[in-house]
């Protein structure tokens, strides 16, 4: 297989057909965060565990920047609100890494350590299979499509992923061994990414978000390369 040239924008009926899959997977999103907080804080509460209030908290969040790419693609022209679903994206990004910065730092100073939870962990568990596939097909979607806003959110469903990864490794580990530091230690790392990103889709920068076409020479890294045209020449 050969490489070739990233595609430029759709047009027409191919357009329309993406932009209708954004949506669907937007909508998807939303569901799923919603309900994923409700449960999250309803458990967190229950067992008086930070991790899992905040979990659920950051749901909000990230129903927040769904929304704005829902908002975006609900209008007759969504290249025009391209701009402000990305500064509302960015500073979703930013307000996720204040939170987790906080809530970690508290927990290691002792103030928010994590009870056994077993609701906590099936629903870090399923978050990890569902959020990767939502994040995947809107990042695809919003390659073809030229869109930035739908590449930023498909990477605010991602860090998701990165989170329930991290709860499900600190609820487990704190149960069994009662190794409380190690959820916030991973998700210091985890804000340091949202800062990144969030300064990414405040520029606008999101990888591959083209509107023209361009030569695949000038990818640099893997997420770039993700966004080639896949048939041989």
């Known amino acids: 297989m050969t490489a070739v040239q990233l595609t430029s924008t759709p047009a027409g009926t191919e357009r329309v057909r993406l932009e209708r899959r954004v949506r669907r997977l937007v909508a998807a999103t939303i569901t799923y965060n919603v309900v994923e907080g409700i449960v999250a804080i309803a458990a967190g509460v229950g067992a008086s565990s930070a991790a899992l209030v905040g979990f659920g908290l950051d749901s909000t969040i990230e129903v927040a920047s769904a929304a704005a790419v829902a908002w975006q693609f609900s209008g007759r022209d969504p290249e025009a609100r391209e701009h402000v679903a990305l500064r509302v994206i960015a500073v979703s990004f930013l307000a996720l890494a204040a939170y987790v910065t906080v809530?970690?730092?508290?927990?290691?100073?002792?103030?928010?350590?994590?009870?056994?939870?077993?609701?906590?962990?099936?629903?870090?568990?399923?978050?990890?299979?569902?959020?990767?596939?939502?994040?995947?097909?809107?990042?695809?979607?919003?390659?073809?499509?030229?869109?930035?806003?739908?590449?930023?959110?498909?990477k605010q469903t991602l860090l998701c992923t990165y989170l329930s990864a991290v709860l499900l490794v600190g609820l487990g580990l704190n149960s069994l061994y009662g190794w409380s530091w190690a959820d916030p230690l991973a998700a210091l790392v985890i804000a340091a990414v949202a800062v990144r990103e969030g300064r990414e889709a405040w520029r606008g920068d999101t990888c591959c978000a083209v509107s023209t076409t361009r030569s695949s020479a000038l990818c640099e890294d893997a997420c770039c390369a993700d966004a080639r045209v896949y048939d041989a020449t």
Do not use: F, K, N
């Not at 994590?114 to 809107?138: E, F, H, K, N, W």
């Not at 919003?142 to 869109?147: D, T």
């Open 103 to 154: 809530d970690a730092l508290r927990a290691l100073a002792g103030g928010g350590e994590t009870d056994p939870s077993t609701v906590g962990l099936v629903l870090a568990a399923l978050s990890l299979i569902i959020m990767p596939v939502l994040s995947y097909a809107q990042r695809q979607a919003g390659r073809r499509l030229g869109s930035a806003s739908a590449v930023a959110d498909s």
